[in-house]
């Protein structure tokens, strides 16, 4: 399922003809966040474990 929405992300960007360094920007993290982000997700962080969750 992460893979699918990470390749998802990839495509959107691509299909915007938007570089790795215009989304960097828009999102506000760096280069290597970004590519990190776009590569292998955010493995800290899913929707599910976030503070504040409903399940919390």
Do not use: A, F
Not at 13 to 37: F, I
């Amino acid at each position: 399922m992460i893979k699918s929405m990470l390749y998802q992300i990839k495509q959107r960007r691509v299909e915007l003809c938007l570089k790795q360094n215009d989304m960097m920007l828009r999102v506000g993290v760096s280069r290597q966040q970004y590519q990190h982000l776009e590569s292998k997700g955010n493995p800290g962080q899913t929707p599910w474990s976030k503070k504040g969750s409903l399940d919390s």
